[in-house]
Nanobody
Framework: QVQLVESGGGLVQAGDSLRLSCAASGRTFSIYAMGWFRQAPGKERVFVARIHMSGGSRYYADSVKGRFTISRDNAKNTVYLQMNSLKPEDTAVYYC??????????????????WGQGTQVTVSA
């Protein structure tokens, strides 16, 4: 089992920055990659970013490329999402997820094995 806890969400203005954290516990050695997803009201959960825990390969959705940065601290079993130049359309609940399977990349929520509870990010115009 893997447990994930997100933190760092909040209410900010357009153009501001936020950093989300996702702390993993349990069988963390089994995690191959971590991802961030977001879900706006009435919409599907969509991929934001992914990082491989060994090697550090990173992947981003086109909508956040150049503004968001995913990083990891393996010693702390924590993954971060630095969000800069936030826009109102970034408003959503942000979830981190753990992928236990060896694969090059995945933006599909069902391919992730464990999920955090989510943290709300609200960006006002």
């Amino acid at each position: 089992q893997v447990q994930l806890v997100e933190s760092g969400g909040g209410l900010v203005q357009a153009g501001d920055s936020l950093r989300l954290s996702c702390a993993a516990s349990g069988r963390t050695f089994s995690i191959y990659a971590m991802g961030w997803f977001r879900q706006a009201p009435g919409k599907e959960r969509v991929f934001v970013a992914r990082i491989h825990m060994s090697g550090g390969s990173r992947y981003y959705a086109d909508s956040v490329k150049g503004r968001f940065t995913i990083s990891r601290d393996n010693a702390k079993n924590t993954v971060y999402l630095q969000m800069n130049s936030l826009k109102p359309e970034d408003t959503a609940v942000y979830y981190c997820a753990a992928d236990l399977t060896y694969r090059s990349r995945s933006s599909i929520p069902t391919e992730y094995d464990y999920w955090g509870q989510g943290t709300q990010v609200t960006v006002s115009a």
